[in-house]
Every structure is written in C-alpha cells, then in structure tokens.
Nanobody, 120 residues
Framework: QVQLVESGGGLVQTGGSLGLSCAASGSIFSINTMGWYRQAPGKQRELVATITSGGTTNYADSVKGRFAISRDNAKNTVYLQMNSLKPEDTYVYYC??????????????WGQGTQVTVSS
C-alpha cells in the first residue's frame, strides 16, 4: 500500500504565501506524475499543478505565475509554493501521485486533503 501525507496549509491573508508538501511512502517502485488538485464543497476536484519525474510542469491558468510546484524524487515528495494568494484560492488541496507499484502496474493515490483559507 502507498500513503500520501500532506503538510502545510492553514489561514493566510490576501496577498500572503503558503507552502504545501506531500510525502509518499510504502510499496513504491517509482513515481511518475505528482501534483496538487483542489476542491470546494459540492464542486468537482480541479487541477492546480502537476510535475513529472523528469520535472515537466503543468499549471492551471488561474495559478500560473503565482504558484510553483517542485519535487524531490529521492524523498518521493512534492511541494507547492503558493504566493499572492487570493480569497478564490480557498479550497481543500489534495496531493496526487501516479505510483508504479510493480514493473507493469501503476495506480493513482490521493492525500487526505489540507484546508487553505485566504481571508480578504
């Protein structure tokens, strides 16, 4: 089994910064894509940013230029630095990883979610 443990998040004022981190552990052969998604109550989960094992990144238009995703492959950890935060960035943020648990088998895993609240 694979676990994703998130840390960070919390309450910040508009214009402030927060950092999230997520460490994967367990039966990991390798990790392909890692990333962050976010979800509001009653809404669909939406992409924030992803990063491949080779470092290729992808961002939602709404966060480009403000958020930065990075990862440490040796630690199986992904990070999200969030700057210039706005009230509309208030969501529960979920870590995601596509993990190769066997040479020919990949599975998707999710963290437990961490609340980010931006006050106006």
């Amino acid at each position: 089994q694979v676990q994703l443990v998130e840390s960070g998040g919390g309450l910040v004022q508009t214009g402030g910064s927060l950092g999230l981190s997520c460490a994967a552990s367990g039966s990991i052969f390798s990790i392909n894509t890692m990333g962050w998604y976010r979800q509001a109550p009653g809404k669909q989960r939406e992409l924030v940013a992803t990063i491949t094992s080779g470092g290729t990144t992808n961002y939602a238009d709404s966060v480009k230029g403000r958020f930065a995703i990075s990862r440490d492959n040796a630690k199986n950890t992904v990070y999200l630095q969030m700057n210039s935060l706005k009230p509309e960035d208030t969501y529960v943020y979920y870590c995601y990883a596509r993990v190769r648990i066997h040479p020919i088998l990949e599975k998707d895993y999710w963290g437990q979610g961490t609340q980010v609240t931006v006050s106006s």
